[in-house]
Antibody, heavy 114, light 106 residues
Framework: EVRLVESGGGLVKRGGSLRLSCEGF????????MSWVRQAPGKGLEWVGR??????????DYAAPVKDRFIISRDDSKHTLYLQMNSLKSEDTAIYFC?????WGPGTEVSVSS | SFELTQPPSVSVSPGETASITCSGD??????VFWYQKKPGQSPVLVMY???KRPSRIPERFSGSNSGNTATLTISGTQAMDEADYYC?????????FGTGTKVTVL
């Protein structure tokens, strides 16, 4: 079955760190450009960042609100995408989805307490 | 910065046509994607590269993009189409989502 599964969400204090993971199944993970998208409570979808495939340079791009705080990486040997979140703010509270664009995980919830 | 603006809400009667617009500066020069989002569920891609429909998406969904406006059209709208819809485009390697439109099937 083709799917993505996120993990690693939870409750963290403001200023803290958290690492999310996203494991892919049933497709050629190595070739996929992967993105993280989030949705804060009662808000719309917000693009967080993207990592290209290794063949395309494994370059990363980030949205302005998370640039210099979040880091996206991948381990193709484990079919896993990561989102390292540092210096977390209350406005980072959201459900975080990993996606290839046409395939989405169920999301993992991150809550930042003040 | 590049922004995509959608109407907050669209109401449609069952069987009628719903049109959801996505406005942005020269958005017609970019590829637009559309996502359907229902509460408690993951987003679903319903249109990619302006007017290409994934195989699992019903034919009643169609898309267009020209000038400063992209449009998602749902013909013969059904109750199951009630959801939030988001357009998305890429601007200089940055993903941008539209503000979202809540489609209500009355």
């Amino acid at each position: 079955e083709v799917r993505l599964v996120e993990s690693g969400g939870g409750l963290v204090k403001r200023g803290g760190s958290l690492r999310l993971s996203c494991e892919g199944f049933g497709f050629t993970f190595n070739d996929a450009w992967m993105s993280w998208v989030r949705q804060a409570p009662g808000k719309g979808l917000e693009w967080v960042g993207r990592i290209k495939s290794k063949a395309d340079g494994e370059t990363t791009d980030y949205a302005a609100p998370v640039k210099d705080r979040f880091i996206i990486s991948r381990d193709d040997s484990k079919h896993t995408l990561y989102l390292q979140m540092n210096s977390l703010k209350s406005e980072d509270t959201a459900i975080y989805f990993c996606t290839t664009s046409d395939l989405w995980g169920p999301g993992t919830e991150v809550s930042v307490s003040s | 910065s590049f922004e995509l603006t959608q109407p907050p809400s669209v109401s449609v009667s069952p069987g009628e046509t719903a049109s959801i617009t996505c406005s942005g500066d020269k958005v017609g020069d970019k590829f637009v994607f559309w996502y359907q989002k229902k509460p408690g569920q993951s987003p679903v891609l319903v249109m990619y590269q302006d007017n290409k429909r994934p195989s699992r998406i019903p034919e009643r969904f169609s898309g267009s993009n020209s000038g400063n406006t992209a449009t998602l059209t749902i013909s013969g709208t059904q109750a199951m189409d009630e959801a939030d819809y988001y357009c998305q485009a890429w601007d200089s390697n940055t993903g941008v989502f539209g503000t979202g439109t809540k489609v209500t099937v009355l």
